[in-house]
């Protein structure tokens, strides 16, 4: 591997459910392999809050944020995408009675979370499901949105979907991830396909701080790359950082938390079309840009072109290469 002098690097990540992939390139020493010392990771929750500290340098890199970095370039931010490991979500429908398509929310009451949040950030999740409807036909007045928290990541929202399904204020919810508490109360799940749309860790960034330390964007490529080739050849050490990583937290993270991941992050057409129709809905001037105008995918092709992913699957591949 390239010779590396020893950086400092600040990040932020936006949902825990992007953590599987960054413990794993913590944990198995990769940020070391690309001279990276990770010195601060933190969640941070709002949109805005995480563009102000990338702005404002910092940080030097987010894992996330999709939408809302359209409206910043329109304005003049330079902000920049590098890779995009997960091109599309999977949610389903919770409702009261059974409906057999999304188009069956026709005059029925959703509940959501806010579209815009108290600090002026904007809702994916929500964004998501407005793009389900209308790709069912519908147009978004033909669905009574119900508001039941400001944010997904707000830990109770999942029992105010139950709470307000049972006692009639919404007909039906859109949800992510698991479906069991519904079950149990009786609802009816209705998977709704999948929907391209660009989300999950995304390494995201700003053109001057990637100018302003040595190879800041072939490094983070790098070891993300390298993140996402551990679970296919080093199962075994995966499945333990997974169980470190769930017994510091609330939720529980399983293999398919990173083989589900594209080995190659790069970003699917339809998944940053989506993206930017969802910034052109709630910021009409970023029709003036083009969907792929934040991404600069040449790091990741010139490490492709390199063959680096099939050079370290080789090499980490034998037991002694970790660490060394």
Request: net charge negative.
């Amino acid at each position: 591997m390239a010779e590396y002098e020893p950086i400092e690097v600040r990040g932020i990540y936006r949902s825990s459910s992007h953590m599987p992939v960054w413990a794993v390139m913590q944990e198995a020493g990769l940020w070391d392999r690309v001279g990276i010392k990770l010195t601060s990771f933190v969640y941070i929750d709002g949109s805005a809050e995480a563009e102000r500290l990338l702005l404002s340098g910092e940080i030097d890199f987010i894992s996330g944020n999709h939408i809302s970095t359209y409206t910043d370039f329109t304005k003049g931010r330079p902000i920049v995408h590098l890779t995009s490991p997960s091109n599309a979500v999977r949610d389903k429908l919770i409702s009261r009675e059974p409906m057999s398509h999304v188009s069956d929310l026709r005059g029925k009451r959703l509940g959501e979370t806010s579209q815009i949040g108290a600090d002026g950030g904007y809702s994916h999740t929500r964004g998501n499901h407005m793009l389900y409807v209308l790709k069912s036909g519908l147009q978004l007045s033909d669905v009574v949105w119900v508001d039941l928290a400001e944010k997904l990541s707000d830990e109770a929202l999942e029992s105010r979907i139950v709470s307000a399904l049972q006692d009639g204020t919404i007909d039906a919810a859109m949800v992510t991830g698991g479906t069991t508490a519904y079950e149990q109360a009786g609802f009816h799940v209705l998977p709704m396909g999948e929907l391209p749309m660009i989300n999950g860790p995304t390494l995201t960034s700003t053109t001057p701080l990637l100018q302003r330390k040595d190879r800041l964007a072939e490094r983070l490529v790098k070891a993300q790359l390298m993140g996402l080739q551990y679970a296919h050849i080093r199962p075994a050490e995966c499945e333990r950082i997974l169980k470190r990583l769930s017994e510091g937290s609330s939720r529980t993270y399983r293999m398919d938390s990173l083989t589900k991941l594209a080995r190659k992050p790069y970003p699917a057409i339809e998944a940053v079309a989506n993206a930017w129709e969802l910034a052109c809905m709630t910021t009409p001037s970023t029709r003036d840009t083009t969907p792929l105008t934040l991404w600069d995918l040449h790091y990741l092709r010139t490490l492709d072109d390199a063959g680096f992913v099939e050079e370290f699957c080789k090499s980490a591949a034998e037991p002694q290469a970790v660490g060394a």
